[in-house]
């Protein structure tokens, strides 16, 4: 990595050609509009590292909502704008999605509020940024397009591979920085500068994090786990004495490490069986988390943060632990595939993904994987309607029969549809 001063060419070769147009164009009406403008953020750092980041973060130095309706009349976009931060997304025909904001500066009336925003020059936008990676800019107007804004030494952070806020009240006026580094450090395997190292610490002896909303750390702790190793990020929170800040009973312990191992393990199946299902990774690390924290853990949990309906629904199929459902299915004599589901019925891909890290024997993993790539689909051939055909007065019998028909196809005792037909009979002499 060189420091750049110019990154026209880095522009032009990563970014779409639609996106590079899009800034371009967006650049040639700042100009006309004599309008200082920027692409800031996490973009820039990713260019530089050479990684694919298309959520395009642009400054302008005077009216941010103003500059976003006018590039959004002039692309056919539609613009939905925060007055309260002087922010805007525009979104265009296509779906593309551009973030526009007004430089500004924050300031805290006290650590943890949210700050008051006022207009500013993008040198003071940047210095309210967490860390020197993420406050780069890249300036987008005519003759200066290209050129790197790099006040705080962002450039030399990235190649020395180091986490580094840009004063040492950072961590005080947001906590959650301390979590965004750590988030950091795990994604690009980079460290903490020594400095800043220290001001985390010192933070956590501040114990700030109490004070944080649920939703904020919610917030980060969602985004630590749906990194692609969030293993090594909840072990660095460990040693950072952070995990306390979670559950006061959580710590790092060797059945976490190994139950953590066994989720990602588990991830990777699942991923590379379903490559086009979507999955929140994030919730099968925090049923992880509640695995190993007493009995009350989940309950404390839902308390602290909040989760939405279907994770706290997620999260509570496995309240008095995954204990109770492991036994269940490792009964002997082995259940029958009709049994197998009757327990697991309803539960959400996460929830059976999380059960099959927690399951110490082969045999139960493999019926939560059967149930999860096979019976669960498994549905017989005939359906209501084959049984109005056959005679049978609509009402609250289709329920039972259909459930016993189905329970006899999963476990293999009808095959045909005759065979079908004659359980059905047989049933209903019964
Ligand atoms: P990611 O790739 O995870 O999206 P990002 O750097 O784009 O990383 P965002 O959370 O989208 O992260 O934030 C966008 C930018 O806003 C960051 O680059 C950073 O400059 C700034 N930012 C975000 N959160 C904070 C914060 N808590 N304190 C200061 N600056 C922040």
Same mark, same amino acid.
């Given at each position: 990595?060189?420091?750049?001063?110019?990154?026209?060419?880095?522009?032009?070769?990563?970014?779409?050609?639609?996106?590079?147009?899009?800034?371009?164009?967006?650049?040639?009406? %700042?100009?006309?509009?004599?309008?200082?403008?920027?692409?800031?953020?996490?973009?820039?750092?990713?260019?530089?590292?050479?990684?694919?980041?298309?959520?395009?973060?642009?400054?302008?130095?005077?009216?941010?909502?103003?500059?976003?309706?006018?590039?959004?009349?002039?692309?056919?976009?539609?613009?939905?704008?925060?007055?309260?931060?002087?922010?805007?997304?525009?979104?265009?025909?296509?779906?593309?999605?551009?973030?526009?904001?007004?430089?500004?500066?924050?300031? $805290?009336?006290?650590?943890?509020?949210?700050?008051?925003?006022?207009?500013?020059?993008?040198?003071?936008?940047?210095?309210?940024?967490?860390?020197?990676?993420?406050?780069?800019?890249?300036?987008?107007?005519?003759?200066?397009?290209?050129?790197?804004?790099?006040?705080?030494?962002?450039?030399?952070?990235?190649?020395?591979?180091?986490?580094?806020?840009?004063?040492?009240?950072?961590?005080?006026?947001?906590?959650?920085?301390?979590?965004?580094?750590?988030?950091?450090?795990?994604?690009?395997?980079?460290?903490?500068?020594?400095?800043?190292?220290?001001?985390?610490?010192?933070?956590?002896?501040?114990?700030?994090?109490?004070?944080?909303?649920?939703?904020?750390?919610?917030?980060?702790?969602?985004?630590?786990?749906?990194?692609?190793?969030?293993?090594?990020?909840?072990?660095?929170?460990?040693?950072?004495?952070?995990?306390?800040?979670?559950? =006061?009973?959580?710590?790092?312990? =060797?059945?976490?490490?190994?139950?953590?191992?066994?989720?990602?393990?588990?991830?990777?199946? $699942?991923?590379?069986? $379903?490559?086009?299902?979507?999955?929140?990774?994030?919730?099968?690390?925090?049923? %992880?988390?509640?695995?190993?924290?007493?009995?009350?853990?989940?309950?404390?949990?839902?308390?602290?943060?909040?989760?939405?309906?279907?994770?706290?629904?997620?999260?509570? %199929?496995?309240?008095?632990?995954?204990?109770?459902?492991?036994?269940?299915?490792?009964?002997?004599?082995?259940?029958?595939?009709?049994?197998?589901?009757?327990?697991?019925?309803?539960?959400?891909?996460?929830?059976?993904?999380?059960?099959?890290?927690?399951?110490?024997?082969?045999?139960?993993?493999?019926?939560?994987?059967?149930?999860?790539?096979?019976?669960?689909?498994?549905?017989?051939?005939?359906?209501?309607?084959?049984?109005?055909?056959?005679?049978?007065?609509?009402?609250?019998?289709?329920?039972?029969?259909?459930?016993?028909?189905?329970?006899?196809?999963?476990?293999?005792?009808?095959?045909?549809?005759?065979?079908?037909?004659?359980?059905?009979?047989?049933?209903?002499?019964?």
């Amino acid at each position: 990595l060189v420091h750049h001063r110019d990154l026209k060419r880095q522009l032009q070769e990563k970014l779409p050609p639609r996106l590079f147009t899009l800034i371009q164009e967006a650049g040639q009406l %700042a100009d006309r509009l004599d309008l200082p403008l920027y692409v800031v953020g996490g973009c820039v750092r990713d260019l530089l590292l050479g990684i694919e980041n298309l959520d395009l973060d642009l400054v302008v130095e005077g009216d941010g909502i103003a500059f976003a309706r006018k590039l959004a009349a002039e692309q056919l976009g539609r613009v939905k704008a925060h007055d309260r931060f002087g922010t805007a997304v525009i979104v265009l025909p296509d779906g593309l999605k551009l973030d526009v904001a007004t430089a500004r500066t924050e300031y $805290y009336e006290y650590p943890t509020a949210l700050p008051t925003v006022e207009q500013s020059s993008i040198k003071k936008d940047l210095y309210r940024r967490d860390f020197t990676i993420n406050a780069l800019a890249v300036r987008l107007n005519g003759r200066g397009f290209g050129e790197v804004l790099d006040f705080y030494g962002g450039q030399r952070d990235l190649k020395n591979q180091a986490i580094r806020v840009l004063h040492s009240l950072s961590f005080v006026e947001d906590p959650t920085r301390v979590f965004r580094a750590v988030r950091f450090e795990t994604r690009f395997g980079f460290h903490l500068g020594k400095d800043t190292l220290a001001l985390a610490k010192a933070a956590v002896k501040m114990a700030l994090f109490q004070k944080l909303s649920g939703h904020r750390l919610l917030e980060e702790l969602k985004a630590l786990c749906s990194e692609r190793e969030p293993k090594s990020g909840l072990k660095r929170l460990a040693e950072l004495d952070l995990l306390r800040f979670i559950h =006061p009973k959580l710590s790092w312990t =060797p059945r976490l490490e190994k139950l953590l191992f066994a989720v990602e393990e588990t991830l990777d199946w $699942y991923r590379l069986l $379903y490559l086009d299902r979507k999955l929140e990774a994030w919730l099968v690390y925090m049923m %992880a988390i509640a695995a190993v924290l007493p009995d009350r853990g989940v309950t404390d949990l839902l308390k602290r943060f909040p989760f939405s309906e279907r994770e706290a629904t997620t999260l509570k %199929a496995l309240r008095g632990g995954a204990h109770r459902l492991l036994r269940q299915l490792s009964k002997q004599p082995p259940l029958k595939p009709s049994g197998v589901c009757r327990i697991l019925e309803g539960a959400q891909d996460e929830a059976l993904v999380a059960i099959m890290a927690q399951s110490p024997s082969d045999r139960v993993k493999r019926l939560v994987s059967a149930y999860l790539t096979a019976w669960r689909q498994a549905v017989p051939r005939l359906t209501g309607k084959d049984l109005q055909s056959m005679g049978i007065k609509p009402g609250p019998i289709y329920g039972t029969v259909l459930t016993q028909l189905r329970d006899a196809h999963l476990d293999g005792l009808v095959k045909t549809e005759a065979e079908e037909r004659a359980f059905i009979e047989k049933l209903l002499r019964r």
